[in-house]
């Protein structure tokens, strides 16, 4: 029941910085929702909060990577 809550925290808070970000929200929450799905089935470590979690970290770590190298000035 946890994990449901995190996941979707995590995907409406990755909807609201795409919005703000990038104007495609559904498709970062989209993102979120598949990278913890699929952390299950690709970690198997014994505690599956701890893989939602990191999965989530490795999204927001690319994202951030992802505007690292972005040309787009500052505003």
């Given at each position: 029941m946890?994990?449901?809550?995190?996941v979707?925290?995590c995907?409406?808070?990755?909807y609201?910085i795409?919005?703000?970000?990038?104007?495609?929200?559904?498709?970062?929450?989209?993102?979120s929702?598949?990278?913890?799905?699929?952390?299950?089935y690709?970690?198997?470590i014994?505690?599956?909060?701890?893989?939602?979690?990191?999965?989530q970290?490795?999204?927001f770590?690319?994202?951030w990577?992802?505007n690292?190298?972005?040309k787009?000035?500052?505003?």
């Amino acid at each position: 029941m946890l994990g449901y809550l995190v996941v979707g925290c995590c995907a409406y808070i990755f909807y609201r910085i795409g919005e703000t970000e990038y104007g495609r929200g559904g498709l970062l929450a989209l993102l979120s929702v598949i990278f913890a799905v699929a952390s299950l089935y690709v970690l198997r470590i014994p505690v599956p909060f701890f893989s939602l979690l990191l999965s989530q970290l490795f999204l927001f770590l690319l994202l951030w990577v992802y505007n690292c190298f972005r040309k787009k000035p500052v505003d």
